[in-house]
């Protein structure tokens, strides 16, 4: 079978070769002029030799068409992770595909007598077809060319493994499909070597396999332990004691968790089933166990709200009654007691309360409001009053110290007198006048206490009392005294002498308190 295309649909008709005679070998080969290869279909080769002879030399089987040089073996690369292979760029497989031909043509391949070509592959040499109507050049370069294009491929799918972002599923199926190309390849080059660079890309893909099951597995352990964690935080959210809830807040974050649960799902990595089903399942019984215990709480708030929306509205109205009242004093205390009232009462529902709040506030502000609008006008009229309380507060102020305590107790009664018939002072003002008074009262009333405790009957015998007990008691320590000395007893002597001079020293300040008081 001829594996070439048809003389007359894709390759012109080559010139004949030129006649060699019989057994003659040139000492250079044949090269084809730039006119040549237009006429022929070749490509230009310039200077480079082609290592075939032009049909009708001696018989091309007898010997390989030029040098076999010995191919280098393609070794594989080490291919992994932190690994890569450097391949040719695209410009430079581009160039490949012109020069190559011509030189696995000479290394790899041969033209024999009836026109067939062969290729010398690692297991023999075998034939890949023919190309009638051309000359060997001509058909060796054609079978090359045909090698050069699946080396090319060859070339990028490891340029694509290693160096891009090529799925393993996409690089297995280019490596099948190269595969399948080269199983049969009819083309002239270095088998051996596209076997072994196969073989490369092989391993390559391998250990792109071998990363992404490594990288699939971390993240599947990563999403893992992420659904765990919103697991754990919905547990967590319907473990709380209930008084200690925030039901807002808590409510929108179960709703986040589940929501970040379904992103995970669409957009992370699958879980195996046992592992999704177990963590939903903890999913779903926190959520239920949290919804449940929200609707009970809400229920039972429902009932507190209730009573607290009706013991609101009493007070309401009790503070309506009470805005139109003009009984300050007793009035605001009231009010005060409403208030403490309203605080105990709970919350009712936040509609409620707010409409309440704003009936009970309104009643309030009308009668502080009232309230305040009286003492300001009493505060015009108190002005009055205040400048004559200042100047009775000077008069008592300058009775101190005493001097003559009749003269001043008659001064002060006066002043009292006039003080009471001055009348109210600003609010402002009633603490401070008042203490100043005070003080000049406790002044005058204490000296009085002192002076009636001065004259007292009973206080002065007591003093006469004290001092006769203290000079009988001195007598009877000056007779000791002398009795010890004259008995020579010095332990008594001493004795009755500290006895005697603490006697004396209490009855000189009894005498001078009696004095004092007769004075």
Request: aromatic share 4%; proline share 6%.
């Amino acid at each position: 079978m001829t594996d070439a295309p048809s003389p007359s649909s894709t390759t012109p008709q080559a010139s004949p070769a030129p006649e060699v005679p019989p057994g003659h070998r040139p000492d250079k080969e044949p090269t084809l002029t730039p006119a040549a290869s237009a006429e022929t279909g070749a490509e230009p080769l310039g200077a480079e030799p082609l290592g075939a002879e032009p049909l009708g030399a001696e018989p091309l089987d007898s010997e390989p068409l030029g040098a076999d040089p010995a191919p280098t073996p393609v070794v594989p690369a080490p291919v992994g992770p932190g690994s890569r292979v450097k391949a040719p760029s695209p410009a430079a497989l581009a160039g490949r595909l012109q020069s190559a031909p011509h030189r696995t043509a000479a290394a790899f391949g041969r033209v024999a007598q009836d026109g067939t070509v062969f290729v010398r592959a690692p297991e023999g040499e075998r034939e890949v077809g023919s190309y009638p109507g051309a000359s060997p050049i001509e058909a060796l370069a054609y079978f090359a060319r045909k090698f050069a294009e699946v080396d090319a491929q060859a070339d990028l799918l490891l340029h694509r493994v290693t160096q891009t972002d090529l799925s393993v599923k996409d690089a297995i199926d280019a490596l099948n499909r190269l595969r399948e190309t080269t199983a049969n390849l009819r083309a002239v080059g270095d088998l051996a070597a596209l076997a072994a660079k196969i073989e490369t890309i092989a391993t390559a893909v391998q250990a792109r396999r071998t990363l992404e099951s490594a990288e699939r597995a971390a993240a599947r352990e990563a999403a893992k332990a992420h659904r765990e964690q919103i697991v754990a935080a919905a547990e967590s959210l319907a473990g709380q004691p209930e008084d200690r809830i925030q039901w807002k807040t808590s409510s929108s974050r179960m709703r986040e968790l589940l929501d970040e649960w379904k992103g995970t799902q669409r957009s992370g990595p699958k879980l195996d089933r046992d592992t999704e089903q177990g963590l939903w399942q903890r999913l779903s019984a926190a959520r239920n166990s949290f919804d449940k215990l929200r609707r009970v709480h809400f229920a039972q708030l429902g009932s507190v709200q209730a009573v607290a929306k009706a013991t609101k509205e009493e007070l309401a109205v009790e503070a309506e009654v009470l805005a139109t009242s003009t009984d300050w004093g007793p009035t605001a205390s009231a009010f005060k007691r409403l208030m403490d009232r309203w605080r105990q009462a709970g919350r009712a529902s936040r509609g409620d309360d707010d409409a309440l709040w704003q009936r009970f506030k309104a009643a309030q502000d009308a009668f502080f409001a009232a309230k305040d609008a009286v003492v300001a006008a009493e505060n015009e009229e108190f002005i009055g009053n205040l400048a004559v309380k200042e100047e009775l507060m000077k008069q008592a102020e300058s009775l101190l110290p005493i001097k003559d305590l009749e003269t001043t107790k008659a001064t002060l009664r006066s002043i009292q007198d006039k003080w009471d018939a001055a009348g109210k002072v600003p609010r402002a003002d009633v603490e401070r006048l008042e203490k100043g008074m005070r003080r000049v009262e406790s002044a005058v009333r204490e000296a009085d206490e002192r002076r009636w405790a001065a004259t007292s009957p009973e206080v002065a015998a007591r003093a006469e009392s004290l001092v006769t007990q203290l000079e009988t008691a001195v007598a009877g320590l000056r007779t000791d005294l002398a009795t010890a000395e004259a008995n020579g007893n010095s332990r008594k002597v001493a004795a009755a002498r500290e006895a005697l001079q603490a006697r004396e020293a209490w009855l000189e300040q009894a005498r001078a308190g009696l004095a004092e008081f007769r004075g």
